[in-house]
């Protein structure tokens, strides 16, 4: 099946810092990437949908200047969490689909904690 | 928009069959999966069923759809302790979008 990754898997950093995570699909072309947000024990919520070589669509409620995302390649988004604050601790998690995949088909990454203190 | 529900625990015997139970509210979704979380971890593909289905089976997995009461559940055959995660339920809606549910945990008691 289609492998998706990200790095880091856990990261801890600072209050008003900034933190990129990266998603990649290894083995197939994502057009279209989509980036959730889990709280913990809670369901994903989807923040943005990325189009490779286009801005991302954000959902509503999700700041586009605090959370940075960029889909430059076709296996590369990455998102970028600008001047951190703890409430921005969460699990987040990406997938893609594209690459011969229907839509309907998102490939999910492992996920990645992030940590703000 | 879509709203997916299902309920938050569920604890069974181990050997036993697990059921989980899942409604959503979007009648035009075409797409209705199942994902497993385990601890830590990101979302695992168990199965999808497409919405002209009534029923999809794959090794221990059942996937029954009541499509006229939007009633999605999924059936664990014999379930092990490896089976212990978090089953996310989730629905394709018309927005184009993969909308989940809250979770349900499942425990297995010896």
């Known amino acids: 099946g289609a492998v998706v990754s990200q790095h880091p898997s856990r990261v801890i950093c600072k209050s008003g810092t900034s933190v990129k995570i990266e998603c990649r699909s290894l083995?197939?072309?994502?057009?279209?990437m989509f980036w959730y947000r889990q709280f913990p024990k809670q369901s994903l919520m989807l923040m943005a949908t990325s189009n490779e070589g286009s801005k991302a669509t954000y959902e509503q409620g999700v700041e586009k200047d605090k959370f940075l995302i960029n889909h430059a390649s076709l296996t590369l988004s990455t998102l970028t969490v600008t001047s951190a604050h703890p409430e921005d601790s969460s699990f987040y998690i990406c997938?893609?689909?594209?690459?011969?995949?229907?839509?309907?088909?998102?490939?999910f990454g492992p996920g990645t904690r992030l940590t703000v203190t | 928009g879509e709203d997916v529900e299902q309920s938050l625990f569920l604890s069974v015997r181990e050997g036993d069959s697990s059921v989980i139970n899942c409604t959503y509210t979007?009648?035009?979704?075409?797409?209705l999966y199942w994902y497993k979380q385990e601890p830590g971890a990101g979302l695992q593909l168990l199965t999808y069923i497409f919405s002209n289905m009534d029923m999809k089976q794959d090794q221990r997995l059942t996937v029954l759809l009541n499509k006229k009461d939007k009633h999605l559940s999924l059936r664990i055959a014999d379930t092990q302790t490896g089976d212990s995660a978090i089953y996310f339920c989730?629905?394709?809606?018309?927005?184009?979008?993969?909308?989940f549910g809250s979770g349900t945990r499942l425990s297995i008691r010896p």
């Open positions: 979007d009648s035009s979704s075409t797409y």
């Open positions: 997938s893609a689909s594209g690459g011969g995949l229907s839509s309907y088909e998102q490939y």
């Open positions: 989730a629905a394709y809606s018309s927005a184009s979008k993969i909308i």
């Open positions: 083995d197939f072309q994502a057009t279209t």
